[in-house]
């Protein structure tokens, strides 16, 4: 028995004795009486706290809990430190959630967590976003009920995630996603989506690109062989021999310009950065370019050259081979008659090389992809005109190495405006 | 007493089942659409063969899911919102199991326009925007199913509109097609039926989403016209 109910038991004994003393000494009735008047006292002390105890149970408050005496005292200061503990520790827990839970929501990748019956627990806003869940009403709904995609159904019931699952999103924004499902703590799982758009992309620009560069070489390559048999196996007069050696020639020096070109962007992705130390004088640099032009267009075209003074730091063969593509673009993408201006233009401290013609022009949807490699605006035109199709990918690198962007704008029928501002650090006066 | 929990929660996992079945097959059905969509877009008609193989499977759901209906029913003799939720599945089974049919019909139409020859008319981008918006109504109101949302529902019902219009405007804009060469009309008549099935699933879409309003409000808001 503990102390203080100890003591409450020798405190109506103690009562008791002189009661008992009054009993003997005037009569029993009183005697009685007073010790059950004693009794009473006690007992009313007990109810009052017991109904203040009563009440204060109803709302449990640390601030209000009730003081009373002798082995009340002990019971109420007792759970007086319990309550606060409690609340301590549930002020605890709740804050280590929230850091769970703020984490999670830091997450690159969309977190779904689903109990055993693949209900929704929890998810991230991004899961939210990418499955097009809302927390507040889907919590507790099977998982399946808000992705439907048969693949998704599929491979939740078949329970075999050793490989993630690649979904793309029903939600009409064309994103592909990939899915991992992780079991955790016994029947429940996490499923983690990432978004791998970008990665697809990159891989489909990957495959295009060995599909390309296989196409361009084969098609000379098919044509050159085929000249081949034709003089091998074919009497034919000198004039005709003549005219196939001709073309064999042309298609061999395609099939070299391609790998040329390959391996100069190649050089360009690898090759560490020109360095700022090297002065480009842009005045022979634009009047040769000026030169090469008027050549190549033969007195088909207007070519005039704008220039400021200022000259550029960087590596002379690169800036020479982007202005080069960008002026011989203009001269094969021009009918004859046509106009082409080539400007240099100091704007401020930093300077702008452009090429603007009235040519053809190019299709707003194409101009994204321009520089992608091999992409052909007009498969026809564009190989009818000796290209490449690696011309602006080199330009776009070669420019990108001197801080400077390509800007390409134009009206199908008008004509094209290239552009690129050198930076500052990149100019000299 | 422990019986009767026991009793409801069997009863409770039997209508989550349900709903959840209902879910899989919308799923399945509007992945047949995009498919269809997609091999109209393309030309890619080596799909054709697996929508048309795959609407068995709408059918089967279809089938499992009345059956499940009926003995829900027969078992449990649901009321009020459960006898909501279960004579609602039934309407939504049969809007989903005409849109498969529709998709169906669009794979076919596809492989018909491109087996014609070289697509000349409508752009094809015209046909894919009413298409999406189908699609997306469709989405949303089994959304709207599984959330017992109303008030999203309503709006599904009212996007409808804006599909009937874009459909007639596209068949005005291939009736002029036709009238300028006669040779196109072949082709033009088998994209009429394309969009008209698009029309048509929109309509289902509205449907379904009514389904949904008289499930979780027990308001019946058919073919009461602007009021819904």
Redesign the interface.
């Known amino acids: 028995m503990s102390k203080p109910l100890i003591q409450t038991l020798a405190l109506s004994l103690a009562l008791g004795v002189p009661a008992a003393v009054l009993g003997i000494l005037v009569s029993p009735v009183i005697g009685l009486s007073v010790f059950c008047a004693v009794l009473a006292l006690q007992l009313i002390g007990f109810l009052r706290n017991f109904s203040r105890l009563e009440a204060w149970t109803r709302n449990p408050l640390p601030e209000t809990t009730p003081e009373g005496g002798g082995i009340w005292d002990e019971v109420f200061s007792r759970l007086h430190r319990h309550e606060k503990e409690l609340r301590v520790a549930i002020a605890r827990r709740d804050f280590d959630l929230q850091q769970v839970a703020a984490a999670g929501q830091a997450m690159v990748d969309g977190i779904v967590t689903l109990d055993a019956d693949s209900r929704i627990s929890w998810c991230n806003r991004v899961a939210e976003q990418q499955l ?1 869940l ?1 927390l507040r ?2 919590r507790f ?2 998982i ?3 992705v ?4 998704f ?1 599929n491979y939740l019931a078949t329970g075999d995630f050793s490989k993630p699952l690649r979904l793309s999103s ?3 924004d064309e994103r592909v996603l990939s899915l991992f499902v992780l079991p955790y703590s016994g029947q429940e799982r996490l499923l983690q989506i990432q978004d791998v758009t970008q990665s697809e992309r990159l891989d489909q620009t990957r495959r295009d690109f060995v599909a390309n560069v296989s196409h361009e070489l084969r098609t000379p390559l098919t044509i050159l062989s085929g000249f081949l048999e034709t003089v091998r196996e074919l009497e034919l007069d000198p004039v005709d021999q003549e005219h196939y050696f001709d073309l064999m020639a042309e298609q061999s020096v395609r099939m070299s310009r391609i790998v040329q070109d390959l391996l100069a962007l190649s050089t360009l992705e690898s090759a560490p950065p020109p360095s700022g130390g090297e002065r480009v004088h842009m005045t022979p640099l634009l009047e040769k370019l000026h030169r090469d032009a008027q050549a190549l267009s033969a007195g088909r075209h207007s070519i005039s050259l704008e220039m400021d003074t200022g000259d550029l730091f960087g590596a002379e063969s690169e800036l020479a081979s982007a202005f080069g593509n960008l002026i011989s673009n203009a001269v094969r993408y021009t009918p004859p008659g046509g106009e082409i201006v080539i400007a240099w233009k100091r704007q401020g401290s930093s300077a702008e090389f452009s090429v603007t013609d009235n040519g053809i022009g190019i299709d707003a949807k194409h101009i994204p992809r321009l520089t992608e490699r091999f992409y052909r605006a007009d498969t026809g035109r564009s190989r009818e005109t000796g290209g490449t199709g690696l011309g602006l990918a080199i330009v776009k690198h070669a420019l990108s190495r001197h801080q400077a962007r390509l800007e390409i704008t134009s009206t199908p029928g008008e004509g094209s405006r290239f552009s690129t501002v050198f930076p500052p650090t990149r100019v000299a006066a | 007493m422990n019986e009767n929990t026991h009793l409801s929660k069997q009863f409770d996992d039997d209508l ?1 089942g349900l ?2 079945h209902v ?2 097959m ?3 059905v ?2 047949q659409i ?1 498919a269809a969509i997609d091999a109209y877009a393309t030309g890619d008609t080596t799909v054709v063969k697996d929508i048309v193989e795959n609407d068995h499977r709408v059918n089967g759901f279809e089938k499992i899911i009345d059956d499940e209906t009926i003995h829900v029913v027969a078992k449990r003799q649901p009321t009020a919102s459960d006898l909501r939720l279960v004579m609602g599945i039934t309407k939504i089974v049969t809007d989903l199991e005409r849109i498969g049919d529709e998709a169906k019909k669009i794979a076919k139409g596809a492989r018909r326009v491109h087996e014609h020859g070289q697509l000349t008319l409508p752009r094809a981008t015209d046909v894919r925007h009413i298409a ?1 918006e189908a ?2 109504m469709l ?1 949303q109101a ?2 709207c199913f ?2 017992l ?1 109303s008030v999203k529902a309503t709006e599904v019902i009212h996007a409808d509109a804006k599909v009937d219009v874009e459909f007639k405007a596209l068949v005005r804009q291939l009736i002029t097609y036709m009238m300028e060469d006669p040779r196109t009309i072949t082709t033009a008549i088998d994209i009429v039926w394309i969009c008209r099935s698009v029309e048509r699933i929109g309509d289902h879409a509205k449907n379904i989403a009514e389904h949904v309003v008289y499930i979780a409000e027990g308001r019946d808001i058919r073919h009461t016209g602007k009021e819904a």
């Open positions: 097009g809302d009403s889907d709904q099977p399946a009920n808000l439907r995609q048969p693949a159904i029903m939600r009409g | 989550t709903r959840t879910l899989e919308g799923g399945l509007e992945a995009r999406d699609v997306v989405r089994l959304d599984a959330r949302d």
